[in-house]
Nanobody
């Protein structure tokens, strides 16, 4: 069984920074893409950062230049560095990983439990 545990959320003033972490544990053979999503009240969940197994990253325009995704494969962990935070970044942030639990198995998507980020003065 695979478990994703997130940490690092909290409250911050506009212009501040936060760093989120998401660590995977359990029966893991290989991790492919790692992603961060967010969901604000009354809105759909949106993708905010992607990092492939090769380290290629991508971001929507709403966070490009402010958010940085990275990964530590030895620790099965993905990070999201969020700088120059704005009130509109307020949301629950979720990590997401495509994980194979054994050789030649089809990777499955796993989600973290979510962590609240609040940006307010």
């Amino acid at each position: 069984q695979v478990q994703l545990v997130e940490s690092g959320g909290g409250s911050v003033q506009p212009g501040g920074s936060l760093r989120l972490s998401c660590a995977a544990s359990g029966n893991i053979f290989s991790i492919y893409t790692m992603n961060w999503y967010r969901q604000a009240p009354g809105k759909q969940r949106e993708l905010v950062a992607i990092i492939t197994s090769g380290g290629t990253t991508n971001y929507p325009d709403s966070v490009k230049g402010r958010f940085t995704i990275s990964r530590d494969n030895a620790k099965n962990t993905v990070y999201l560095q969020m700088d120059s935070l704005k009130p509109e970044d307020t949301a629950v942030y979720y990590c997401n990983m495509r994980i194979a639990v054994r050789a030649l198995s089809v990777p499955e998507v796993h989600w973290g439990q979510g962590t609240q980020v609040t940006v307010s003065s």
